[in-house]
Every structure is written in structure tokens, then in C-alpha cells.
């Protein structure tokens, strides 16, 4: 297969992941489906919109650029239009990088989410606090009893970040794909025949 046609692949795949990674962190700021009466009442790792700018707006550029690799020849260099296809090919490189850098923020903060558990009343004031720790609610289900505000709360989280981790994880893998096949068409060119192939 010739790298500028992996890549668009690689793009096509991006762009519905970076679609959901922002719908999930917006459906976050709805602890357990109902809006919040306060910003206090939303789980911190939400608000450092993860899914957001980490998996969605960091991720669409890099998708963008994928897809638009297999006609892109950066204008060719000295009338050469395999030298501007590999100068296309060394971008995505680029690209590639800060896409994986944002799906590892996701990613990360995904993970702290899930370790720390949702911030929620326990019913009998109306501050809002972490009742779990290092992720003992996960394993334990009858400590759920902590956390009655809002209702529904940890599996809400729990789904959504889980989510998050999930489409991160696999949109870091497919920047690290696009940065090898970035290496081998900077190297050989687009298709891969080392000798000028186009």
C-alpha cells in the first residue's frame, strides 16, 4: 500500500475518534445526565478538557493533514514531484507527533479520572468532595453508597472516561503508525520503490 493511501486511512479513522473524544468530555460536564448547579460539582479532570483539546482539537489537525497526503506533493522541489511528496510525507512526521502528544493527555487524564473516582455529595451537605481513593471503588462496589449525589454519577464517569482512555489509546497508536509510515515515505517516497516511484 503507498503511504500517501495509509495515511488517508489513518485520517478517515482520526476524525470520527477526535468527533466522540469531544462529545464524551461535553457529556462529563452533566455529572450522572443533569446539569450541574455549580462548576464545583464537576469532576476537576473534566475541566481540563482532555477530550477536548487533548483527543479532539489537537487531533483533527493531524487528521486533516493525513488525509490530504495522498494528493499533497508540497509543490514539488526543483520540478521533482517525488522530493515534494517526501517533504509531504516528513510533515506528517510532525503532525503525527502532536497528535500522539494530545491523545497522551487524554489519555493520562483519562487515567487520573478513573483512579480518583467522580466528585460528589454524599447527601448530607452541599459541598461536593472525592470519597474514593486510589481507585478503591472499582473494585469495591458497596462503598458506591458514599457518592448518592447526583444520582448515577460513577457509572456516568466511569463509562465516559473509560471511553476517553479507549479512543485515546488507539489514537496515540494510529500517530505512532503514521509516524513510521511518515519515516518510510520521507525515506523511499509514496509508494515505497526507492527508486523515484511516485
Not at 473524544?21 to 473534566?46: M, Q, R, W
Not at 490530504?68 to 517526501?86: A, I, T
Request: with cysteine.
Amino acid at each position: 500500500m503507498c503511504t500517501g493511501n495509509c495515511a488517508k486511512c489513518l485520517g478517515i479513522t482520526l476524525i470520527p475518534l477526535a468527533i466522540l473524544s469531544v462529545l464524551c468530555n461535553i457529556l462529563l460536564c452533566f455529572p450522572g445526565g443533569k446539569v450541574a448547579s455549580s462548576t464545583d460539582h464537576i469532576t476537576n479532570e473534566v475541566l481540563y478538557l482532555g477530550g477536548i483539546l487533548g483527543s479532539g482539537v489537537l487531533m483533527i489537525f493531524p487528521a486533516l493533514v493525513f488525509l490530504g497526503l495522498k494528493n499533497n506533493d508540497c509543490c514539488g522541489c526543483c520540478g521533482n514531484e517525488s522530493c515534494g511528496k517526501r517533504c509531504a510525507m516528513f510533515t506528517s512526521i510532525i503532525f503525527a507527533a502532536i497528535g500522539f502528544v494530545g491523545a497522551g493527555y487524554c489519555f493520562i487524564i483519562s487515567a487520573v479520572a478513573i483512579n480518583n473516582g467522580p466528585k460528589c455529595g454524599n447527601g448530607t451537605n452541599t459541598t461536593y468532595i472525592y470519597p474514593f481513593h486510589d481507585g478503591d471503588y472499582l473494585s469495591n462496589r458497596t462503598i458506591w453508597s458514599q457518592c448518592p449525589e447526583p444520582k448515577d454519577v460513577i457509572p456516568w464517569n466511569l463509562t465516559l472516561f473509560s471511553l476517553l482512555l479507549i479512543m485515546s489509546g488507539v489514537q496515540a497508536v494510529l500517530c505512532a503508525i503514521q509516524a513510521i509510515n511518515g519515516l518510510i515515505g520521507t525515506i523511499c517516497g509514496d509508494c515505497c520503490g526507492c527508486c523515484g516511484g511516485s
